[in-house]
């Protein structure tokens, strides 16, 4: 069983800085690339970054110069490191994995729990 993890989080003060990570455990096989959501309660999840497995890397433009995703393959880790936080980047933030389990044929999503991002004074 696959299991995504994400550490991080909490409140920040507008301009500051914040990471994410998220770990992928269990019984991982290969990671076709890992991402970062976000969502505001009554709005549609909305991808951040994502991370494909060259090593390509594409950002939402309203967070491009200021974020930045990273992954430790190592670790079947991807890293979301933001700067510069404005109000409008408070949400929950998800990661998701495309992944193919040990034993299974196929890739699919898998999901973190969510990590709250607060920017406020």
């Known amino acids: 069983q696959v299991q995504l993890v994400e550490s991080g989080g909490g409140l920040v003060q507008p301009g500051g800085s914040l990471g994410l990570s998220c770990a992928a455990s269990g019984s991982v096989d290969s990671i076709a690339s890992m991402a970062w959501y976000r969502q505001v309660p009554g709005l549609q999840r909305e991808l951040v970054a994502v991370?494909?497995?060259?090593?390509?890397?594409n950002y939402a433009d309203s967070v491009k110069g200021r974020f930045t995703i990273s992954r430790d393959n190592a670790k079947n880790t991807v890293y979301l490191q933001m700067r510069s936080l404005k109000p409008e980047d408070a949400a929950v933030y998800h990661c998701k994995a495309i992944l193919k389990a040990i034993g299974d044929s196929y890739f699919r999503d898998y999901w973190g729990q969510g990590s709250q991002v607060t920017v406020s004074s």
């Open positions: 991370s494909l497995s060259g090593g390509t890397t």
